[in-house]
């Protein structure tokens, strides 16, 4: 059996075995209920952002990296997460696949972190020194993004000394620590308090310096800025704000002494999918061409009517599928 594991099979917390009870069952269902809520709009905004008239611009291929890596971790915090409570998965019952979901969870988390930095640098460059921007984001260039955030991903799995982490089903609830040298209890993981101290530390330090410089161009230039630009940095700050925020809370609900919480997990959990289902909603309500181009495919079209002339007889002719409509209703 593996370690953190009481010898009736359950999963330990603080010492203590946490069995399986109708609250796991009850968490659950409620983050699967949570993945529909939140992928579902994700899943919408990655479809638009994807539409070419959106990818000549080198921010929108940064928010599809960033949208990828919410689905994602969606995917995780919500759905596989949910799975596991509903089933009563641990590494104590199930084994390593759950030890190797955690590092997944971690890996993912990581990469995000640094594609919403690297998003946040673009903002931010758009207004101090644009050259600078087009020399690193312009064209095809956004794409190599990709690569420094799984490098960094590599970087802070590999320098991890014993990562340990386990789920617990029935209080809905990751921890990511490692472990210690005798295997008998979970210490902290200073990877991951850095990574969430540093993420929130930069974000709010280059949106912060962003508004500020944004507030004075739009004083000295008034319109003549382009509006695209200065609504996407918007948005793009209020999902750094949030991020950070749950980066933040994150750590605080994790390492401090309060994990005998009832509800702990559930509050970790949804604070976690917040900040990736919530940007969503945020471009979606914001932003107009997003919107357009996500709710295009469940909008009717409307009936055309072509009239044409034969032989100095008018005729006028529907779309077939309207005629269809018309002969199914009689």
């Known amino acids: ?32 209920i949570g993945y529909v809520v939140t ?71 990581f990469a995000y972190c640094i594609t919403s930095i690297t998003l946040a640098i673009n903002r931010l460059l758009e207004f101090v020194h644009r050259p600078t921007s087009e020399f690193l984001f312009q ?6 993004w990709f690569f420094p955030a799984w490098v960094y991903s590599i970087t802070m799995e590999c320098t991890t000394t014993r990562p340990f982490y ?65 609504m996407l940095s918007i948005q793009a700050f209020i999902i750094g704000m949030l991020s950070m925020l749950s980066s933040l809370g994150f750590v605080v609900l994790s390492y401090l002494p309060i994990s005998n919480f009832l509800l702990i997990g559930p509050v970790e959990q949804f604070m976690w999918a917040s900040v990736h289902g919530g940007s969503a909603y945020i471009y979606l309500f914001m932003n107009k061409s997003v919107r357009n181009t996500a709710l295009a495919p469940f909008r009717t079209k409307k009936k055309t009517t072509v009239v044409k002339s034969i032989a100095g007889i008018t005729i006028s002719t529907v779309p077939l599928s309207s005629a269809t409509a018309s002969a199914s209703a009689k």
């Open 166 to 230: 386990i789920y617990i089903p029935d209080k809905g609830e990751w921890s990511f620590y490692e472990l210690s040298d005798d295997e008998q209890k979970l210490v902290e993981n200073p990877n991951h308090i850095t990574n969430n101290t540093m993420k929130s530390v930069v974000i709010a330090s280059i949106y912060g310096l962003m508004l500020i410089i944004l507030k004075i161009k739009l004083r000295r230039s008034g319109a003549t800025m382009s509006q695209m630009e200065i």
């Open 1 to 32: 059996m593996l370690p953190i594991c009481s010898p009736t099979g359950d999963p330990l917390s603080n010492d203590v075995p946490v069995p399986y009870t109708i609250r796991g069952l009850l968490i659950g269902i409620s983050y699967l």
């Open 139 to 144: 064209g095809r260039r956004a794409w190599i």
């Open 39 to 109: 992928a579902g709009p994700q899943l919408l905004v990655l479809f638009a952002i994807l539409h070419k008239h959106h990818l000549q611009y080198s921010c929108y291929k940064l928010m599809i990296m960033v949208s990828f890596y919410d689905i994602l971790n969606l995917t995780e915090a919500m759905f596989i997460s949910g799975i596991f409570s509903v089933f009563n998965w641990s590494h104590c019952n199930l084994g390593y696949p759950v030890l190797a979901v955690g590092k997944s969870i971690l890996f993912i988390w």
